[in-house]
T-cell receptor, first 113, second 115 residues
Framework: DAKTTQPTSMDCAEGRAANLPCNHS???????VYWYRQIHSQGPQYIIH???NNETNEMASLIITEDRKSSTLILPHATLRDTAVYYC??????????????FGPGTSLSVIP | AAGVIQSPRHLIKEKRETATLKCYPI?????VYWYQQGPGQDPQFLIS???????DKGSIPDRFSAQQFSDYHSELNMSSLELGDSALYFC??????????????FGPGTRLTVL
């Protein structure tokens, strides 16, 4: 699986959009970008994933650049409960990816009142 | 929606004792993964099972063993516990071969403290 690079930490004002970047310059053409988050001492929570098109669900939006070398997770209206470590993970194609999730350092997001 | 269930949520043991952690996957999920998260660390993969067979193995100590049962629940058995085994243990599950997704869903974890 390709390696990812994320900022160590970020702050975001409550109610504002949180934009979390991720670089994955060695991503292969058929690898997916996944985002998980972990609120302190809780189990990691799946947020969203995508291949090359932008994706949106009830939690967040995922914007993937055209060359797929980077992506941004957007939390449109951050709340205090969004304070967590966010992990950007690149994974092999679906049919072969019943594999462990490899968690990197992630970004520690602090939402500030 | 049903989630992954882990029990117990908290466990305190003495050194050299044994512990058994249990994981009940989401209904219809047939693949289970175990992860260990030490203090201040990211979760690390231990072992996984599909259809009661071990499918992958990470940095799991020889003192640990695990299995998956016919109802797909899994148990992680830990013997000769050491202080360094104190950690959060997460279980995750997925429905293998379900068309369109292989997203792993994580349980709330078991916090093991070894004294």
């Amino acid at each position: 699986d390709a390696k990812t690079t994320q900022p160590t930490s970020m702050d975001c004002a409550e109610g504002r959009a949180a934009n979390l970047p991720c670089n994955h310059s060695t991503i292969s053409g058929n690898e997916y970008v996944y985002w998980y988050r972990q609120i302190h001492s809780q189990g990691p929570q799946y947020i969203i994933h995508g291949l090359k098109n932008n994706e949106t669900n009830e939690m967040a939006s995922l914007i993937i650049t055209e060359d797929r070398k980077s992506s941004t997770l957007i939390l449109p209206h951050a709340t205090l409960r969004d304070t967590a470590v966010y992990y950007c993970i690149v994974r092999a194609p679906m049919k072969t990816s019943y594999d462990k999730v490899i968690f990197g350092p992630g970004t520690s997001l602090s939402v500030i009142p | 929606a049903a989630g992954v269930i882990q029990s117990p949520r908290h466990l305190i043991k003495e050194k050299r004792e044994t512990a058994t952690l249990k994981c009940y996957p989401i209904p219809r999920h047939d693949t289970v993964y175990w992860y260990q998260q030490g203090p201040g660390q990211d979760p690390q993969f231990l072992i996984s099972f599909y259809e009661k067979m071990q499918s992958d193995k990470g940095s799991i100590p020889d003192r640990f063993s695990a299995q998956q049962f016919s109802d797909y629940h899994s148990e992680l058995n830990m013997s000769s516990l050491e202080l360094g085994d104190s950690a959060l243990y997460f279980c995750a599950s997925v429905e293998r071969y379900r068309r369109g997704t292989d997203t792993q869903y994580f349980g709330p974890g078991t916090r093991l403290t070894v004294l």
